[in-house]
Structures are given as C-alpha cells and as structure tokens.
C-alpha cells in the first residue's frame, strides 16, 4: 500500500479489516508505530502534508476497505465544511495522543 520511499498520496478511514504502519530501523528491524483498525484512520501524516517521500510502510494485515481522501479532496472538505476542518483537527489530536 505504501513503501519508504514513496510520497504518501492518501488519509484513510479504515472501514473494515487492519494495516500496519512501520519503519525500518539501522539494524534492519521493522518498528511498528501504529496498528490501524477498523474506524481509525491510517496515513504517513508528514509525507501527505508535505507530498515529499516519507520513510514509513503501511501494509494490510488482512482483507481492507478504506475511504480515501487525497490532497485536492481533503483541501476542498477543509475549505468547504467548516465542520470537517472542526472533525479533522479532533482525529489528529486523539491519532497524536494514542502513538
């Protein structure tokens, strides 16, 4: 779904099913940062903000279904939906609290 090296080109609400998002350390190890589930949302945040290539893998642990927001879309909710920008600004707040 995404590799290091890549630039991130999504945020995703996870529907059904479970990823995982990691890295690979100097040694080699995977570091696993986050476990995405169902009702959560998935992203290389830094990547997507600054859509320059991020050091993070996101991989589905088993069959998924997300919703998509890529940069135009999320742009448009934002400016659009005062209430989204409001929604928006509480997930990262609680996604920063549980890493």
Not at 9 to 16: D, L, M, R
Not at 46 to 74: A, C, M, W, Y
Request: hydrophobic residues 35%; aromatic residues 12%.
């Amino acid at each position: 779904m995404l590799r290091a090296g890549e630039t991130c080109n999504f945020e995703g609400f996870i529907v059904k099913g479970s990823l995982r998002k990691y890295y690979i350390d100097d040694n080699g190890n995977e570091v696993i940062i986050q476990f995405g589930i169902e009702n959560g949302w998935i992203s290389d945040i830094v990547s997507f903000s600054d859509q320059k290539p991020g050091n993070l893998f996101i991989e589905t642990l088993e069959d998924t279904e997300l919703l998509i927001l890529d940069p135009r879309s999320k742009e448009l909710l934002l400016s659009q939906v005062p209430k989204f920008k409001q929604f928006y600004r509480k997930l990262v707040e609680r996604n920063i609290s549980t890493m």
